[in-house]
C-alpha cells in the first residue's frame, strides 16, 4: 500500500540537494524583502460553513479588512443581503447578528447531491459566489485492527471506490476503554473513558526523506484528528492509518489496559479537501527548525471574497475491539 506526501514522495537526490543549498542559504543570512502593495486592497466578504449531510446548516459571513488600513475602515456589516439556493431554489433562513460584524445564517439540512450556491453582497464589498455539492456516502468498505505493537496501531480501511471519478475522502477514529492512571504514591486507579480520541504517531510531521516512511495528511478538525486522502494517493483502494493511545490528567500518564475503537468515515467535497489541505500545508512546515518558512497557498471557492463553502457526508463503523491488550 502506498502513503502519499506530497512533503515525502518528492525528495529525491534532486531535493536533498536543493534543501542542503537552502539551508547554507539560511545560515549565511540570505534574506528577500518585498513591499506589498495594498493601495486599491478593498474590503471583502468572508463566507465560512463545512455543510454535514442530513445535518442542521450554519453558515457564517463577515468582512475581511486589509491589514494596512484597520484603523480607518470599519468591519460592521453595512445592509447586508443574501440568497442561498438548494439545487436552485431559495431557502429559507433564521439569521443571527453577532455584534455588527457577523451575520450567520441557520437552516434546515441538506442531502447528499444536493448543490448548494450562496450569493451575499453589502453596501462596500462586491458581490461574493460561493458554492459546493454534498457528496455522497462513504463507498462500501471493511476495516481490520491490527496488532502492531503497544505503541502504535494500524487501522486498515478497505473500501470500493469508483476508479473513473475522483473522490475525496477523509477518516476519525474515537475509543472507548479503560485506563490505569498513575497519581501519585498511592495504588493506580483504573477508569473508564469513552469517546476519546487517538493520536498520530509522533514524528508523523517530521521532514521525512525515506520514501516509505508513514506521513499522512493529518488536521484538526472540530476537536480530533482527521486523517485525510484522495482516491488517486491509494492504488489498492486501501488506507492504513496508524495511530496511538495517549493522554494526560494532572501532568501524570495514563496507560491503556483495554480499548475498542470506531471509525467515523467522511467523503468530502473538493473544496473541502482543497481547504483542508491548505490549511495542513500552512501548518505543517517541516523547514520551522532551520529557521525556514516552506511555500504555502490560501485555498478559496468564494469568487469575489475570501473563505470556503464545503460539503461532506459521514458514517460511522461498529465498534472493533483491540485484541492486542489480551496477549
Known amino acids: 500500500m502506498k502513503q502519499i506526501s506530497f512533503r515525502l514522495k518528492t525528495f529525491g537526490s534532486e531535493w ?32 465560512r460553513s463545512y455543510i454535514c449531510a442530513d445535518s442542521l446548516v450554519r453558515i457564517d459571513i463577515g468582512k475581511a479588512v486589509p491589514l494596512s488600513h484597520l484603523a480607518t475602515v470599519d468591519s460592521t456589516l453595512i445592509h447586508p443581503h443574501y440568497s442561498l439556493k438548494c439545487n436552485g431554489v431559495e431557502v429559507d433562513c433564521d439569521e443571527s447578528m453577532k455584534g455588527e460584524g457577523r451575520l450567520s445564517l441557520h437552516t434546515d439540512a441538506f442531502r447528499s447531491g444536493d448543490r448548494i450556491e450562496i450569493v451575499f453582497e453589502s453596501e462596500d464589498t462586491e458581490t461574493a459566489v460561493a458554492s459546493t455539492v454534498i457528496p455522497g456516502t462513504f463507498p462500501e468498505y471493511e476495516m481490520e485492527l491490527c496488532n502492531s505493537s503497544i505503541a502504535q496501531r494500524n487501522l486498515k480501511i478497505r473500501y470500493k471506490d469508483d476508479p473513473d471519478r475522483e473522490d475525496w475522502y477523509a477518516a476519525v477514529v474515537k475509543w472507548n476503554g479503560y485506563q490505569e492512571r498513575n497519581l501519585g504514591p498511592t495504588k493506580p486507579k483504573v477508569v473508564k473513558v469513552t ?15 525515506e520514501p516509505e516512511a508513514y506521513s499522512p495528511i493529518v488536521m484538526s478538525f472540530k476537536g480530533d484528528y482527521l486523517y485525510m486522502w484522495k482516491d488517486s494517493d491509494e492504488d489498492d483502494d486501501e488506507y492504513d492509518l496508524c495511530f496511538n493511545y495517549r493522554s494526560q490528567w494532572d501532568g501524570s500518564v ?16 473538493e473544496e473541502m479537501y482543497r481547504y483542508l489541505f491548505a490549511e495542513f500545508d500552512s501548518w505543517n512546515n517541516p523547514f520551522i527548525g532551520a529557521g525556514l518558512s516552506s511555500p504555502a497557498f490560501t485555498y478559496t471557492n468564494v469568487r469575489n471574497g475570501v473563505g470556503y463553502l464545503c460539503g461532506y457526508s459521514v458514517v460511522h463503523s461498529e465498534w472493533i475491539k483491540d485484541n492486542l491488550f489480551e496477549e
Open 16 to 47: 536533498r540537494n536543493l534543501l542542503i543549498i537552502t539551508v547554507l542559504l539560511a545560515l549565511t543570512g540570505c534574506r528577500y524583502t518585498f513591499d506589498l502593495d495594498q493601495k486599491d486592497v478593498q474590503p471583502m466578504a468572508v463566507i
Open 195 to 209: 469517546g476519546q480520541m487517538i493520536y498520530p504517531p509522533s514524528g508523523y510531521n517530521d521532514l521525512q526523506l
Open 254 to 269: 495514563s496507560s491503556v489496559i483495554s480499548a475498542e475503537v470506531q471509525c467515523t468515515l467522511f467523503k468530502l467535497s
